[in-house]
């Protein structure tokens, strides 16, 4: 039996690629929860738990090697490239949302703390921006919004993690203010794949597009 076709593709509008406009923002890739070494592999190890297992083999073999890939092409045609960490001012994260402070505290995810920088693969170069949020989504607590308008950006191509929730949180809110977003799949991750994967197929219902590495890097040209 066929699958019906989806509605909501027919009010979707036509993308309109132009690389003079686009930017890369790289979520929450850092040693906290991006790596297996951080605070959340190292509580899961000690709880005897493979619950992460995927997560971070996703991040180990497709999210940091794709993210480096796109990072060098944005370099190559002169676009920005904006890293959001996620993380408190303050040890106990008083300075957080409610929903947050656990989490941020747990993972010692402040400002200062180790747990808190940018891998190390993906360490900030000479020319890149980065912003950081105690929210899911960066526009709720970050000035992110002002920071792409200044650099004349009206379309993102968003990576890291994870995928249902800042990567999507802030992808949603940047396709309310008017940016056409691209989800680049395999340059995302998340703790279960099928959170993955269902993030993908509805955020590309509405709110924008999913590509892959490959494809994004093919459609971006250097800007004439």
Known sequence: MS????????F??????????????IIDMQNATGSRQ?????????????????????IEQSVLPRTLELR???HRISRP???VTLGAALPDASDAPRHMRKLLASCNNHVGSPEHEILDELKPITGEHVVRKTTVGAF????????????NVNQIY??????????ESTAREAADRGYQVTLVEDACGTTFEELHQVTMRNFQRLFG??????QAVSELKVPT
């Not at 597009?209 to 490959?214: G, P």
């Open 81 to 83: 490239v904006i890293h």
């Open 72 to 74: 060098a092409h944005f």
């Open 38 to 58: 951080g605070a959340l592999g190292r509580t899961l190890k000690a709880q005897g738990s493979n619950v992460g297992d995927y997560r971070f083999a996703r």
């Open 12 to 25: 979707m509008s036509e993308p309109v690629i132009d690389a003079k406009g686009a930017a890369l923002v």
């Open 3 to 10: 699958t019906p076709k989806d509605y909501i593709r027919d």
């Open 209 to 214: 597009r999913v590509t892959s590495t490959a």
């Open 140 to 151: 709720a607590s970050t000035a992110i919004d002002s920071l792409l308008r200044s650099l």
């Open 158 to 167: 968003m990576v890291g993690v994870s995928t249902n929730m800042c990567v």
